[in-house]
């Protein structure tokens, strides 16, 4: 865990083609975002949309004000993934967040500034790597074989895999075979099949991951931040998205909700 393995890897393939890798992947994220952006017009209805609620509100927010909510919104709503509720699932995906965060940060820090032969990795960074794969695996299995919600509420089984499971999948082959190679290429086998194998699956998992942006739920991590601080600030300033108000009242849903889980209905 503390062998950084793309300053090995850089010992058989140029570091250029690594890094070109990964620039690369960044350049299919910004496409294929766009690209979803243009496709769905959610964007453009998200902005008309708060620009149409903002004539309902009752009060002005100050620059104070707009600054506190929007701190507020990123330390509570999305730092913590708070619209998840208490429980498992929001656990499942704290986890899998910082971890695939950790991952991301890690490999970029070794690819760009640990590669060369005259460098040695400081060992935070294999640690921060390694521990951040993990972290994606508990959280994104846990997420992919007990909490989704056609496994847990439609009883489907939990090898149906359907094109939502896209991005939870990629992101969870890009974490083991990482892990799988990293592991395998610290044997050193002296040649053998293990690691290229392994190597090139991560290679794979990732084109697919990065390059299915747009078929996939890869930018909800974009697109979940920003309606959060726009409900937050629609909330502050009165106009609610031009929802109603929470009724002045008890909530009664009757004894029947307390009896079960909403599954297999
Ligand atoms: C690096 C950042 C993130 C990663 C890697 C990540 C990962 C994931 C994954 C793997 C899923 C399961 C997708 C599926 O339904 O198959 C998911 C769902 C979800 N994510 Fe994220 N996410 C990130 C950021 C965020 C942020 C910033 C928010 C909100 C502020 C958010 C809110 C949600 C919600 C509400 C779901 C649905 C969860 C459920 O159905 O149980 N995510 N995320």
Request: hydrophobic share 50%.
């Amino acid at each position: 865990m503390s062998v950084n393995p793309f300053s090995v890897l850089a010992e058989s393939v140029p570091s250029i083609f690594i890094q070109g890798f990964v620039l690369v992947m960044v350049a299919l994220v910004v496409i294929g975002t766009l690209v979803d952006i243009i496709h769905k017009k959610n964007v453009k209805y998200f902005f008309n949309n708060a620009k149409k609620a903002k004539l309902s509100a009752t009060r002005e927010l100050g620059m104070g004000e707009r600054v506190s909510v929007i701190t507020k919104t990123v330390v509570h709503d999305i730092a913590t993934t708070a619209e998840l509720g208490a429980g498992k699932r929001r656990v499942a995906h704290v986890l899998g967040m910082y971890g695939t965060i950790l991952f991301w940060i890690a490999s970029v820090v070794m690819i760009f500034c640990y590669v060369t032969k005259d460098t040695t990795t400081p060992t935070i960074w294999p640690m921060m790597w390694h521990v951040g794969a993990i972290m994606t695996c508990v959280g994104g299995y846990w997420f992919w074989l007990f909490l989704r919600v056609d496994v847990l509420a439609e009883a489907y089984p939990w090898y149906r895999i359907i094109k939502a499971d896209l991005f939870v999948l990629a992101l969870l082959s890009c974490a083991t075979f990482g892990l799988a190679w990293s592991y395998t290429q610290s044997l050193n086998l002296e040649n053998r099949w293990d690691d290229k194998v392994f190597l090139t699956l991560y290679i794979v998992s990732n084109i697919v991951l990065f390059g299915g942006v747009y078929w996939s739920k890869f930018a909800h991590m974009f697109y979940k931040p920003g309606a959060a601080i726009q409900k937050n600030l629609a909330e502050a300033d009165g106009s609610r998205d031009n929802l109603p108000p929470l009724a002045d009242a008890p909530k009664q849903f009757g004894l029947g909700i307390k009896r079960e889980q909403p599954k297999h209905y």
